[in-house]
């Protein structure tokens, strides 16, 4: 067997393979990648499910970004505007569903939100970075 040669070492930042590197964006569509594998793995699906079955053969999901789900439509309901997070589905068609609303993150319908959601992430690094620093500088040698 060969030795392994330690210049093959490449640091994962280096590499872009760090969750740091994905844009929200990609997180959205990598959620819903997600969500496909496991409808087809059934009930040998690993990981937190986004969608459940309900009454009536359908499929409820939501596509969640840092643990926030998108809002995916706006609505009128007794002239109140409402945001809708879930959506139903008849079950058969949810593979369709996810791909209509993939192709609407990759055209950049809902790149507002997502922008919003990835300066709170980076506000919340950047609190928590913060506060390590200090608790680690406060920490007697």
Known sequence: ???????????????????AARTAKDV???????MKEQMAAGDGAEGKL?????DGGRMSFTIRVSNTPLVLEKVKVEDTDVEVREMTIPAGNFNDALDYYADRIKAGE?????TTLSEKKEARTTKLRATRATKKADKPA
């Open 1 to 19: 067997m060969a030795r392994f040669d330690p210049k093959l070492l490449v640091p994962a930042v280096a590499a872009g393979t760090t969750s």
């Open 50 to 54: 986004n969608f459940k079955a309900v």
């Open 28 to 34: 959205a569509l990598a959620n819903i990648a997600k």
């Open 110 to 114: 809902y790149d507002a939100q997502l």
